[in-house]
Each structure stands twice: as C-alpha cells, then as structure tokens.
Nanobody, 116 residues
Framework: QVQLVESGGGLVQTGGSLTLSCVAS????????WGWYRQTAGNEREFVAS????????EYAESVRGRFSVSKDDARNTVHLRMNNLTPEDTAIYYC?????????WGQGTQVTVSS
C-alpha cells in the first residue's frame, strides 16, 4: 500500500502563488505516475498535472499550462505542485494521486482558495 499526505493549501489573492506538496509512504517502489487533480462542489474531479516516476516527464491540463509546475524530490518521496498567477477559477480541493502496480491511491485533499 501507499499512503499520501498533501499540504500547502490555503487562501491566496488573485495573482498569487502557492506550492502544494504530497508526501508518499509505504510501497514507494510501486509508483509509476504522480498526479494532481482538483475538484469543486458539484463537479467531477479533473486532471491538473502529472509526472512520471521514471524519467520525470510531465503533463499539464491546458487550463494550467504555463502557470503550474510539477516536480518531484525522490530523496523525500515528495511531489510538489507550484502554482503561479492563481485566479478564482483555480479554487478547488486539490488531490494527490499515484498510479502504481496495485490499486491507485488518493490523498485526502487540500483546499486552495483564490480570492478576487
């Protein structure tokens, strides 16, 4: 099993920045891909960004490309999501996700609120 714990959410003004972190524990070796998703009330969870455990290739949703950056720290089993130039449309609960050899795993989520 893998356990994920997110941190770094909070309240920020339009144009501000936040960095989310996701720390994994357990069967780290089984992770293929780290991902960030977000969800607002009444909507489905949507993809934000991902990074491959091997090679570090990244992908981004069109809505965040150029503003968000995902990176990983293998020594600390941590993935970061740097979010710049935030807008109220980025307000959501952000979830860390891993795809692995075994059941996919989700973190508990961290709230990001961007005020206008």
């Amino acid at each position: 099993q893998v356990q994920l714990v997110e941190s770094g959410g909070g309240l920020v003004q339009t144009g501000g920045s936040l960095t989310l972190s996701c720390v994994a524990s357990g069967m780290i070796f089984s992770i293929h891909t780290w991902g960030w998703y977000r969800q607002t009330a009444g909507n489905e969870r949507e993809f934000v960004a991902s990074i491959l455990q091997r090679g570090g290739s990244t992908e981004y949703a069109e809505s965040v490309r150029g503003r968000f950056s995902v990176s990983k720290d293998d020594a600390r089993n941590t993935v970061h999501l740097r979010m710049n130039n935030l807008t109220p449309e980025d307000t959501a609960i952000y979830y860390c996700h891993v795809r692995r050899s075994g059941p996919d795993t989700w973190g508990q989520g961290t709230q990001v609120t961007v005020s206008s």
